[in-house]
């Protein structure tokens, strides 16, 4: 299996900048920077290796969704695509920060 590039557009971090502050709060919620080393990098790997299998499809559209949970956050929901060159487009991003 070919392992997919990805592209993360700028709607998906200036998303995440509304959901999470630039730099963690002392009541313990993490930072944008937190939840893209903790969080997005495992993601995005799993995505590049598998891209069908850790997708669902949106219906009505051409776009997919990863669900998952993690360290930063309890619920993650990506949307994602593929480009025209195949490369998977990260797209946007919900987050419930509930204790993960």
Do not use: C
Request: aromatic share 8%.
């Amino acid at each position: 299996m070919t392992r997919r590039r990805f592209t993360v557009l700028p709607e998906f971090f200036d998303r995440l900048d509304l959901l999470l502050p630039s730099e963690r709060a002392d009541s313990g919620i993490p930072s944008a920077t937190d939840f893209i080393v903790y969080d997005l990098s495992p993601i995005l790997d799993a995505l590049a290796e598998d891209y069908e299998s850790e997708t669902l499809p949106l219906p009505g559209t051409t776009e997919r969704v990863v669900v998952a949970s993690g360290i930063t956050a309890k619920y993650i929901a990506i949307t994602v695509r593929l480009g025209s060159d195949e490369r998977i487009e990260v797209v946007s991003i919900e987050l419930d920060l509930g204790q993960a």
